[in-house]
């Protein structure tokens, strides 16, 4: 009874963090290509604090992962998470981030961050 207790929390928690606009939108982002900080914040125009809560909130969770590559720490889902087929099926009622993706591939903003 308890592991289902302790298991229906991480769902709600996962699905209270999912609600969140920005959140729900790095992580549709994240379905198609890994993001770094500055990608997010040439998206968002929020802070480098701001974007990096945002995402560690979803790594505590396990939605997504980091890996560190020179400078820059790129994330990604993780797809080994226990929420990945919940967030596949979330994302099929989300609208595709084209607009978002085109951007930071045009700007290139990890040129001018320092990571």
Not at 18 to 44: I, N, P, S, Y
Request: hydrophobic share 35%.
């Amino acid at each position: 009874m308890l592991n289902s207790s302790i298991q229906l929390e991480r769902v709600a928690n996962g699905l209270k963090l999912l609600g969140d606009k920005t959140r729900l939108t790095m992580v549709a982002m994240l379905k198609h290509r890994e993001c770094c900080v500055c990608e997010f914040q040439e998206v968002f125009d929020m802070t480098q604090p701001s974007i990096s809560q945002h995402l560690r909130k979803l790594k505590d969770l396990g939605i997504v992962k980091e890996e560190r590559k020179g400078q820059w720490i790129y994330y990604s889902l993780n797809s080994h998470s226990d929420f990945y087929g919940l967030i596949e099926n979330i994302l099929e009622h989300v609208p595709v981030q084209t607009e978002k993706i085109k951007l930071i591939e045009t700007s290139s903003p990890t040129l001018r961050c320092g990571g």
